[in-house]
């Protein structure tokens, strides 16, 4: 099993498209092993796209998701990362394929709603930055079946 980060940006969250987004990749089979809303500060949003730092739009980046809360999913299943890239869809909206995430809801390449981790390697890195290892939750889907109710 492979895990991604998958962020649902400032427009997602604003757009109200949360519940339909995470429901999106629970559809597809795949596991959250962790969920959290976060407002991200100054320091940490530079030290998430720091792979950026000296590109043109990393001013803009920044100030983009400094600008509202986005949710943050550590996402489990099989070849995850190159699934959830699928299902996200191109990073400018206007060029992703209709039923994708983006080409369903983004708005330009900024304001794209989601981010997906593009490599494994990536992910660790993206996950660390965001989760504490204690946040991030074991679970086989069929322990619920074996329980007693309370």
Request: hydrophobic letters at 40%.
């Amino acid at each position: 099993m492979e895990r991604s980060l998958v962020i649902i940006k400032p427009d997602g969250v604003c757009k109200k498209v949360m519940g339909k987004i995470i429901k999106r990749f629970e559809d597809e089979g795949f596991k959250i092993l962790a969920m959290k809303m976060i407002k991200f500060s100054r320091e940490k949003a530079e030290e998430f796209y720091q792979v950026h730092k000296e590109k043109y739009f990393f001013p803009g980046l920044i100030k983009f998701i400094l600008s509202a809360p986005s949710v943050a999913m550590v996402v489990e299943g099989e070849n995850a990362v190159n699934r959830i890239r699928d299902i996200i869809g191109a990073r400018v909206p206007s060029e992703a394929e209709k039923g994708t995430i983006r080409g369903n809801f983004g708005a330009d390449g900024r304001r794209n709603i989601v981010h997906g981790s593009d490599s494994s390697k990536t992910a660790e890195f993206e996950i660390n930055c965001l989760f504490n290892p204690e946040e991030i939750y074991f679970y086989n889907d069929e322990d619920w079946l074996n329980s007693e109710p309370g």
